[in-house]
């Protein structure tokens, strides 16, 4: 009786440590699995971010946190793609500001892939230039929406007239204030142009007619005030040979409409178009100052030592030049500003120096 007992305990043992080693095997399998399944989704991540599927991407590191969830890569890999999601929404629905926000807290995520490094830097630098360009033509239409003579900036209405709204979204919020514009100033163009007949008539008489020694001095004084006004833009020559009567007709038809010299040329412009210089190919915007600008931006992070982004809008000056400041990405307080001119002179200076440099003409 004494050995059947000892026997049957022997059974239960050896019963017990059975289970035991079958229980300690099922819990190293599925270890083993959640590793397993971790390491697939932060490949497939990765893989999702090279095809630019950054929503798929965003969907396999989640997995990857459900795996493990304290995992700092996992976690960092993450908030990358997600910070590159969100910045593009709201780039979409015109939120550049907020964009600009997102992707500049997402390019310092430490320990993240260096696949979303590169996308989020380069993503950082349009987000940029898109806010740029969002202020700039927010405060043109602006001033353009003020004025009362007629007298529109052709490079602001062509800029509106040719926006592309689908390429462009992040302009969205303005698209209200750039129809209100081209309204604006189609009814005042339609206005005037019931008064081009009786003004081509007092053009024509004005060329022909007698002017005294005083208004020969005054038209003389407007040609040089003209080309000094604007370097670059009005051809000296050409106002040379325009008749002096027609000079003091439109400075007069000037002054009485509170115009500048600008305002008188381009009466004059009308009747002489010669007097302007390459007006075809010279004129510069602010689109196209952007655009010469990055032709540049190579050799002046050549000289200045690392990675630069324009700051801010290209800004104007009062002969039609632009200015377009350049920044170190690791220090705003360095760079260098490029300045263009309508004649196709370009010239740098450091930001922290007055001293100007020439470089070639950007034509």
Known sequence: MKKL????????????????????????????????????????????????????????????????????????????????????????????????????????????????????????????????????LDKDVTAQLKVTDGNYSSDVLNQCKN??????????????????????????SSSSSSNSSESSSVNSSSDTKTVSTADKKEAEEMRQTIVQSEPGKWDSAALAQVPDSVIVAATKKSNDAGGDPGTTANMIAEQYPNIKKNSSSSDLNADKATSIASKYQSNIEGEVGGSVTIQGAPLRGSDGSYSIKFVKDDDDTQGETLILYPDGTAITHFNTSSVAKDVDNWK
């Open 5 to 136: 007992m000892r026997a049957v305990s022997l059974v239960g043992i050896f019963g017990l440590l059975v289970v035991g080693l079958v229980a300690c095997g099922n819990k190293k399998t599925t270890s083993s699995d959640s590793s397993s399944g971790y390491r697939n989704s932060i490949s497939k991540g990765l893989d999702a971010v090279a095809e630019n599927k950054m929503d798929k991407a965003l969907t396999y590191f989640d997995n990857a946190l459900t795996q493990k969830p304290k995992d700092t890569k996992a976690k960092a890999y993450r908030d990358q793609t997600q910070s590159y999601v969100d910045t593009n929404s709201q780039l979409k629905a015109g939120e550049v500001q907020k964009a600009v926000t997102t992707i500049t807290d997402g390019v310092k995520i430490k320990n993240g892939a260096k696949s979303l490094d590169t996308k989020l830097a380069k993503l950082k630098t349009s987000a940029k230039a898109d806010l740029a360009e969002y202020r700039q």
């Open 163 to 188: 926006i592309d709204w689908n390429k462009k979204p992040y302009l969205s919020k303005l698209k209200s204030k750039v129809n209100k514009l081209l309204k604006q100033s189609n009814q005042e």
